[in-house]
């Protein structure tokens, strides 16, 4: 069965160092998106991402963060100076169409820790 | 904005009793609805979904009934396990977003 995979699974930082989270959607979708989750708080929507550009980000989603799809496959979260505040679990998700029926097919997630 | 209210953690039961999570929800239009599930160290998975009103989603003896009138999505099951221990989440489908809510743990004793 097709899945979304998510590397790293764990990754520790040092506060203000630059963070890529990697994501391979499953293939055939058309819609990607981010979310985190803090430990033990809610899913928190990130950013979505279609046609090769931004469709919608939150507020957490600031200058810091940054998402990109380099090649056919991988769809990446970058954090270019991370904060304490940005240890959490992020998970990748995609969908094949943007309706409001289709389902999003989540990853395992990346948890980031930042020290 | 469209939002999620779930009720709060953690519920715990025995094994074969019935469960309710409540689920209540905000929003512009008529969004779809769904309950994710993250087992421990796991992603979240679709457990079922409903699209209109009066949709009931089932998956794995669990059911939630889409109400309108009380902007509702409430899940059962008439009989939990131990395996279903887990963290379920409801969501709305929000301008092709879903908007989660806080999350509920279920813990099932033996």
């Known amino acids: 069965e097709p899945e979304v995979t998510q590397t790293p699974s764990h990754q520790v930082t040092q506060m203000g160092q630059e963070v890529i989270l990697r994501c391979v959607p499953i293939?055939?979708?058309?819609?990607f998106y981010w979310y985190r989750q803090i430990l033990g708080q809610k899913v928190e929507f990130l950013v979505s991402f279609y046609n090769n550009e931004i469709s919608e980000k939150s507020e957490i989603f600031d200058d810091q963060f940054s998402v990109e799809r380099p090649d056919g496959s991988n769809f990446t979260l970058k954090i270019r100076s991370t904060k304490l505040e940005d240890s959490a679990m992020y998970f990748c998700?995609?969908?094949?169409?943007?309706?409001?029926?289709?389902?999003?097919?989540f990853g395992e997630g990346s948890r980031l820790t930042v020290l | 904005g469209d939002s999620v209210t779930q009720m709060e953690g953690p519920v715990t039961l025995s094994e074969e009793a019935f469960l309710t999570i409540n689920c209540t929800y905000t929003a512009t239009g008529y969004p779809s609805l769904f309950w994710y599930v993250q087992y421990p160290g796991e992603g979240l998975q679709l457990l079922l979904k409903a699209t209109k009103a009066d949709d009931k989603g089932s998956n794995k003896g669990f059911e939630a009934t889409y109400r309108k009138e009380t902007t509702s999505f409430h899940l059962e099951k008439g009989s939990v396990q131990v395996s279903d221990s887990a963290v379920y989440f409801c969501a709305l489908d929000s301008s092709y977003k879903l908007i989660f809510g806080s999350g509920t743990r279920l813990l099932v004793r033996p």
């Open positions: 293939s055939n979708h058309l819609y």
């Open positions: 998700a995609s969908r094949l169409t943007g309706g409001r029926t289709g389902e999003l097919f």
